[in-house]
């Protein structure tokens, strides 16, 4: 099983964003920590990117940390967020920048048609797969206990009504599987990756064939926020307040998530992992 760690872009050396001036000592990601015993020996393939946020496409450091990650032996990707019309002039130009072919996680329809077009490995991202990632959900097709409620005058008593099986097929489904998608996805030919998060209500029994699935191991991606400006933006994790079948909802720039831990889900998949699953990613700045 393939085995990916996700970095932020904050993880690169620099001084700002990307400044290729500190990139032999610090930041998560060295020389060293690529080195046969590093701290990143385990790892099959490192994704640097961010779902929320594309500043760092126009970086002048990705183009040299993908050379050095693929020559410590490593295969290398990159995690696209939606592009807007400025940040797709940014990629198309790191395109062609990089010097040798990675895994690139889309995104949009946008970037999943440029990289189709390209020479490098698409991979769906968590945004176009659009599984259905709120934790709450489940609460709606589980059997639940009947309740009392009083609304000053008259008391009530509230059952639980299970939802048609199409509508739990919906919940528990993966839009990205669905006939049409899966064929525009699959129209290139041969396999294709795709990253899911582990909810939980489960993964699906099965998947079309021609997809492997890469399980985040981290979080729950609950939204991705519009991206307003930089100035203000929280770089750091914050609470936001409200929970999601009692997992509290955390922000980091424009992502907001759940964690595992706190969703009553164990980080590792552990035995009876589906056979499509061909390998997992750990994001260790969002843990």
């Avoid at 500190?22 to 690529?34: A, E, F, H, V, Y």
């Avoid at 640097?48 to 183009?63: Q, V």
């Avoid at 939606?82 to 990675?102: Q, S």
Wanted: with cysteine.
């Amino acid at each position: 099983m393939e085995r990916c760690i996700w970095l932020s872009p904050d993880s690169l050396p620099a001084d700002g964003w990307f400044s290729p001036d500190n990139l032999p000592t610090d930041g998560w990601l060295s020389p060293d920590s690529l080195s046969a015993d590093g701290w990143l020996r385990d790892i099959d393939t490192v994704f640097i990117g961010d779902e929320a946020c594309g500043l760092f496409l126009s970086g002048e450091a990705l183009p040299l940390w993908i050379d050095e990650i693929i020559g410590s032996g490593k295969g290398a990707g990159i995690v696209l967020p939606y592009l807007t019309p400025e940040r797709e002039e940014d990629f198309i130009k790191l395109l062609g920048r990089l010097a040798r072919p990675v895994k690139i996680a889309v995104n949009d329809f946008g970037a999943f048609r440029l990289v189709r077009q390209s020479a490098h490995t698409l991979v769906i991202g968590r945004l176009l797969a659009k599984q259905n990632t709120d934790p709450a959900i489940i609460t709606f097709y589980e059997d639940q206990p009947g309740r009392i409620v009083y609304d000053g005058m008259e008391r009530a008593k509230l059952t639980h009504a299970a939802p048609p099986e199409s509508l739990t097929a919906h919940f528990t489904g993966v839009p990205a599987f669905s006939d049409e998608t899966a064929a525009l996805f699959l129209a290139g030919g041969g396999e294709i990756s795709i990253i899911l998060d582990r909810l939980p209500h489960g993964l699906p029994a099965s998947v079309p064939g021609g997809f492997n699935v890469l399980l985040n191991t981290e979080n729950i991606l609950v939204s991705i926020l519009p991206c307003r400006s930089c100035e203000g933006c929280p770089d750091k994790e914050t609470y936001v307040g409200a929970t999601r079948a009692g997992a509290p909802i955390y922000r980091r720039r424009n992502t907001c998530y759940c964690k595992y831990s706190e969703c009553g889900i164990k980080r590792e998949p552990g035995e009876g992992v589906p056979g499509y699953v061909a390998g997992t990613i750990v994001q260790p700045l969002l843990s």
